[in-house]
């Protein structure tokens, strides 16, 4: 069981959050998060790198000297991978990268990477979190009353607040998601987390109707 302190957005502590870990996930399986981690890193791929063959390669496919006879080694189009100016021996095409693993799987692994979050003391709660405008400065105000300044924070909202998205979307290393759309990749990216209460319930006990992201 772990308990923890719940900020108001002045910084000071108001409450406490008593959670287990393993409410989450029964135990953190390192290989499950690392190839959902990868999977979602191959999903971002463009996959457009693309070179030439030497059957793509413009010039003269004739022999550039005789075989025998002048004392260097044998030669033949200019195209040939060997020389410079010639076509790739292996040559890249574009390729589609991505692949999808099981969505239990990917549910399971986005749960294992909260609990890791909570295991390693490297997540914020905070009580309540909502701007009635825009602005970045508040928002900027509420991550240094928090120690959070200049540290990379994923910041998670129960739902899509268009207020808090648009106050913390311009600053630097701040990423911000709904509970409903986190993933492995999003939640062990940034070193801290900042959560709502509201959206840790919604994690901690989740309707039966609700599925994580898995894009």
């Known amino acids: 069981m772990a308990t923890l302190s719940v900020y108001n957005q002045q910084g000071k502590e108001v409450g406490k959050y008593d959670i287990d870990p393993t409410d989450l996930a029964p135990r953190i399986n390192k290989q499950l998060l690392h190839d959902a981690v990868v999977m979602y890193q191959a999903n971002r791929r463009i996959g457009t790198a693309k070179t030439k063959t030497r059957g793509e390669v413009s010039g003269s496919t004739r022999k550039l000297y005789r075989q025998k006879g002048t004392g260097n080694a044998r030669a033949g189009s200019r ?12 040559a890249l095409r574009r390729r589609n990268y991505s692949y999808r693993l099981p969505r239990k799987a990917l549910q399971l692994a986005t749960r294992m990477a909260v609990a890791a979050k909570i295991r390693d003391d490297e997540i914020v709660v905070i009580d309540e979190l909502s701007f009635d405008e825009p602005k970045t400065r508040d928002m900027a105000a509420i991550l240094n009353a928090l ?9 998670t909202t129960e739902g899509h607040d268009v207020n808090v998205f648009r106050s913390a979307r311009n600053i630097d290393q701040v990423t911000i998601s709904p509970v409903t759309e986190l993933n492995a990749l999003s939640v062990l990216s940034p070193r801290k987390l900042l959560v709502t209460r509201a959206a840790l319930d919604r994690l901690v006990r989740p309707g039966p109707e609700e599925n994580q992201s898995e894009d």
């Open 79 to 90: 195209k040939s991978g060997t020389r410079r100016g010639g076509g790739h021996i292996h």
């Open 147 to 155: 120690g959070l300044e200049g540290t990379s924070t994923l910041v």
